[in-house]
C-alpha cells in the first residue's frame, strides 16, 4: 500500500505561503510534485544541480511541480545562502527553507539529495535516490544506468503503477535525521 502524505491543497497553499514559496494558480493545479531536499553544504547535493535543472526544464512544462526544500534547524537564518546557492547552480526551481526540519521530519528525509515524488491526492509513489549515480558515499558511477526518480514520473504521468517505488539514497546525513536514532 502506497503512502498517504496528508496535506489538503488549501493547507499547502497555507505552508508554500509561510515559507515564501512563489506559486501561480497553474502549479496549485499540477498533477505531481516533486521535493528535493538539498543541501547547500552536500558536495552530492552540489553535484546533482545539472539533473535538477534538466528535470525541472522537462517536467516542468508536462505538469510536474519541483520543489527545493533545504533542511535547517532554525537557529539561523539560511535564505542568503539558499539564494547564494541557487545563484551559483543556476537553479530558478522554488525552494522552500525548511525551519526546525518541519518538512524533513514529516517525510522522514534522512539524506541530501533525497527525493519525493507526490500524486495530487498526496501519495507518495516514489521516494529515495534521484538515479543510481552514486552507490555509496564517495563512489559513483561514470555512467548512470537507472533513472529512478524520472522513470518514476514517466510511469505517473502514464497513469502506470510505479515500477520501483523506493531506492535507497546516498548522500550527506540530515541533522534531525540523526538526532531520531
Same mark, same amino acid.
Given at each position: +500500500? ?27 493545479? &499540477? ?29 516542468? &512544462?508536462?505538469?510536474? +511541480? ?25 537553479? =530558478? ?16 528525509? =534522512? ?71
Amino acid at each position: +500500500m502506497q503512502k498517504r502524505f496528508s496535506i489538503q491543497s488549501t493547507l499547502v497553499i497555507a505552508l508554500l505561503m509561510l515559507f515564501n514559496f512563489l506559486f501561480s494558480q497553474e502549479n496549485i493545479n &499540477k498533477q505531481l510534485t516533486v521535493y528535493f531536499f538539498i543541501a547547500t553544504s552536500c558536495p552530492i547535493s552540489q553535484q546533482y544541480t545539472k539533473e535538477i535543472i534538466r528535470l525541472q526544464d522537462i517536467y516542468g &512544462k508536462k505538469g510536474v +511541480m519541483i520543489n527545493l526544500v533545504f533542511p535547517n534547524d532554525g537557529k539561523k537564518s539560511i535564505k542568503k545562502k539558499i539564494k547564494e546557492f541557487n545563484t551559483t547552480y543556476g537553479l =530558478t526551481t522554488p525552494f522552500i527553507d525548511d525551519k526546525q526540519f518541519k518538512l524533513t521530519k514529516q517525510f522522514n528525509a =534522512t539524506v541530501t539529495p533525497e527525493v519525493f515524488l507526490l500524486s495530487s491526492s498526496g501519495d507518495i509513489l516514489y521516494h529515495g535516490a534521484i538515479d543510481d549515480w552514486y552507490y555509496q558515499l564517495g563512489k559513483n558511477r561514470i555512467n548512470i544506468t537507472e533513472h529512478y526518480l524520472e522513470d518514476a514520473m514517466l510511469e505517473a504521468l502514464q497513469e502506470k503503477a510505479i515500477t520501483k517505488p523506493y531506492a535507497e539514497p546516498i548522500g550527506c546525513f540530515i541533522e534531525a535525521a540523526q538526532k531520531k536514532r
